[in-house]
């Protein structure tokens, strides 16, 4: 399975990206994950996991928020994306292997008291995680995300995405991301999100991504997350829901989770004006939502 990494000379000068690249070899083959590692190492730790096919880029208006009030926020990008080494064969992502390196990467910097935040993708691995590894985590926050079991059916809209993700010669990640806020992103910014994927071979991780989601009931990721699922239905630590009302996919998938999980009950949950990318779009209210939860949960 070929690894690639895309030339550092991509990502200079990233318009409101001025963080120090932090790196970590998450496997005995020296698979090499990228994250950023920003403010107080005493303070409470936000991780903060990035979705389809964004990179941490895409937490940059929430990261200097978040450091102010004094958290220590870590932001990786996923294997397949952003600074991170990516496969070049479709094949070789799973959703058990994109769990697997994300475990890694926890266990390795030994993160405990994680308040989470997840959107998309991040909340398809941070909700599994944190319910598998339950002991790691203290709070969690979702922004346009949901758990799939494979037992419920999936809006027409996400079918036309995984269709195009795996079948279209144009994948034009910035311009993905720019359809996908309601906030007008310049074309530095577009090309800021682009950077990470010089050509074809780059992008394979953003293309695997839709044809993981669990989407029949008997998917290969299917029981795990059943049983992650169930877990939830019994996490009793801070829940809330912080989502974006103009995202057509996901916008409602709050209702499920303030429905079966006992912590989102009584919380001040948010519908906010923002599409899919809600990070772009509310990225400072997002940042405070998290500060307040902590506050009130310490």
Same mark, same amino acid.
């Given at each position: 399975?070929?690894t690639?990494?895309?030339?550092?000379?991509? @990502?200079?000068?990233l318009?409101?990206?001025?963080?120090?690249?932090?790196?970590?070899?998450?496997?005995?083959?020296?698979?090499?994950?990228?994250? /950023?590692?920003?403010?107080? $190492?005493?303070?409470?730790?936000v991780? /903060?996991?990035?979705?389809?096919?964004?990179?941490?880029? !895409?937490y940059?208006?929430?990261?200097?928020?978040?450091v102010?009030?004094?958290?220590?926020?870590?932001?990786?990008?996923?294997?397949?994306?952003?600074?991170?080494?990516?496969?070049?064969?479709?094949?070789?992502?799973?959703?058990?292997?994109?769990?697997?390196?994300?475990v890694?990467?926890?266990?390795?910097?030994?993160?405990?008291?994680?308040?989470?935040?997840?959107?998309?993708?991040?909340?398809?691995l941070? /909700? $599994?995680?944190?319910?598998?590894?339950?002991?790691r985590?203290?709070?969690?926050?979702? +922004?346009?995300?949901?758990?799939?079991? +494979?037992?419920t059916?999936?809006?027409?809209? @996400?079918k036309?995405?995984?269709?195009?993700?795996?079948?279209?010669?144009?994948?034009?990640?910035?311009r993905?991301?720019?359809?996908?806020s309601?906030?007008? !992103?310049?074309?530095?910014?577009?090309?800021?999100?682009?950077?990470?994927?010089?050509?074809?071979a780059?992008?394979?991780g953003?293309r695997?991504?839709p044809? !993981?989601?669990?989407?029949?009931?008997?998917?290969?990721?299917?029981?795990?997350?059943?049983?992650?699922?169930?877990? !939830?239905?019994?996490?009793?630590?801070?829940?809330?829901?912080?989502?974006?009302?103009?995202?057509?996919?996901?916008?409602?998938?709050?209702k499920?989770?303030?429905?079966?999980?006992?912590?989102?009950?009584?919380?001040p949950?948010?519908?906010?004006?923002?599409?899919?990318?809600?990070?772009?779009?509310? +990225?400072?209210?997002?940042?405070?939502?998290?500060?307040?939860?902590?506050r009130?949960?310490?």
């Amino acid at each position: 399975m070929p690894t690639i990494r895309t030339p550092d000379t991509r @990502f200079a000068a990233l318009p409101g990206y001025p963080f120090a690249p932090n790196y970590l070899d998450i496997d005995e083959h020296g698979l090499r994950m990228h994250y /950023l590692d920003e403010g107080p $190492r005493d303070g409470q730790i936000v991780l /903060l996991l990035h979705g389809e096919p964004s990179w941490s880029y !895409l937490y940059r208006k929430m990261i200097p928020p978040l450091v102010a009030a004094g958290h220590r926020v870590i932001a990786p990008d996923l294997i397949g994306f952003g600074k991170s080494d990516k496969y070049t064969a479709i094949d070789d992502y799973s959703y058990q292997r994109h769990v697997d390196w994300l475990v890694a990467f926890i266990e390795r910097l030994d993160l405990r008291g994680i308040t989470l935040f997840c959107q998309d993708w991040g909340s398809l691995l941070g /909700l $599994r995680i944190a319910a598998e590894h339950e002991v790691r985590f203290a709070r969690i926050v979702v +922004g346009n995300g949901i758990l799939p079991t +494979g037992d419920t059916s999936v809006p027409i809209a @996400f079918k036309l995405w995984r269709a195009f993700a795996l079948h279209s010669p144009w994948f034009p990640i910035g311009r993905i991301v720019a359809t996908g806020s309601k906030t007008r !992103l310049t074309a530095a910014e577009i090309a800021a999100y682009d950077a990470p994927f010089p050509g074809n071979a780059y992008k394979a991780g953003t293309r695997a991504f839709p044809r !993981l989601v669990p989407t029949e009931s008997d998917d290969p990721a299917a029981p795990a997350n059943r049983l992650a699922w169930g877990k !939830l239905g019994q996490w009793t630590k801070p829940f809330l829901c912080v989502f974006g009302r103009n995202d057509p996919i996901l916008g409602h998938a709050d209702k499920a989770l303030i429905a079966h999980i006992p912590g989102a009950q009584g919380q001040p949950h948010q519908r906010l004006p923002g599409g899919h990318f809600i990070q772009e779009d509310q +990225g400072p209210a997002l940042a405070a939502a998290i500060t307040d939860l902590i506050r009130r949960h310490p």
